[in-house]
T-cell receptor, first 115, second 113 residues
Framework: AQKVTQAQTEISVVEKEDVTLDCVYETRDTTYYLFWYKQPPSGELVFLIRRNSFDEQNEISGRYSWNFQKSTSSFNFTITASQVVDSAVYFCALKEIQGAQKLVFGQGTRLTINP | GAGVSQSPRYKVAKRGQDVALRCDPISGHVSLFWYQQALGQGPEFLTYFQNEAQLDKSGLPSDRFFAERPEGSVSTLKIQRTQQEDSAVYLC???????????FGAGTRLSVL
């Protein structure tokens, strides 16, 4: 069975601080995708990144960066120089490449950036 | 349309009432998904369509839940004889094909009194 764990339920930081959101996953599949989504108060899940299990290169997009470590089954997300607009709930998710098409989500981390 | 559209945004139902939730996927998207999100939790998979075919309904919690996508575009999630535990946000998502990221709608918040 697949499982995604986001141990941090809530994080609160002051603007301009760096913050890392943790994600640990379990799967018996050798090939899979990992995702991060952002859910602002409006409710719509916004896609941030998809990572293929074959590719362990870290990725940076502006203030966002992702650290994928297959050896520890982790896919952590770092926001550098956080801003108030980054406040939202962030979800990590897992999907098989073959087989079931569904996303398996973690419970989410509520991030609050204080001015 | 530009994004996934869901209606209504909010629905209040009396226990025992039937409800129907609508999803308009992104134009041309073959795959369509329904998820249920309880308060403070991550979304949980309900069912998946590829075009008009319902290929996976393993997440539907009971036979009171029924989904259809008769023409391979708009989908309806129907809940019969609603119960309080059905109160949640119901999210619809679509994608071009299996491996693509899913684009989500804003959801329908269902409150059963």
């Amino acid at each position: 069975a697949q499982k995604v764990t986001q141990a941090q339920t809530e994080i609160s930081v002051v603007e301009k601080e760096d913050v890392t959101l943790d994600c640990v996953y379990e799967t018996r599949d050798t090939t899979y995708y990992l995702f991060w989504y952002k859910q602002p108060p409006s409710g719509e899940l916004v896609f941030l990144i998809r990572r293929n299990s074959f590719d362990e290169q870290n990725e940076i997009s502006g203030r966002y960066s992702w650290n994928f470590q297959k050896s520890t089954s982790s896919f952590n997300f770092t926001i550098t120089a956080s801003q108030v607009v980054d406040s939202a709930v962030y979800f990590c998710a897992l999907k098989e490449i073959q087989g079931a098409q569904k996303l398996v989500f973690g419970q989410g981390t509520r991030l609050t950036i204080n001015p | 349309g530009a994004g996934v559209s869901q209606s209504p945004r909010y629905k209040v139902a009396k226990r025992g009432q039937d409800v129907a939730l609508r999803c308009d996927p992104i134009s041309g998207h073959v795959s369509l998904f329904w998820y249920q999100q309880a308060l403070g939790q991550g979304p949980e998979f309900l069912t998946y369509f590829q075009n008009e075919a319902q290929l996976d309904k393993s997440g539907l919690p009971s036979d009171r839940f029924f989904a259809e996508r008769p023409e391979g575009s708009v989908s309806t999630l129907k809940i019969q004889r609603t119960q309080q535990e059905d109160s949640a946000v119901y999210l619809c998502a679509s994608s071009l094909a299996g491996s693509g990221p899913q684009g989500f709608g804003a959801g329908t918040r269902l409150s059963v009194l």
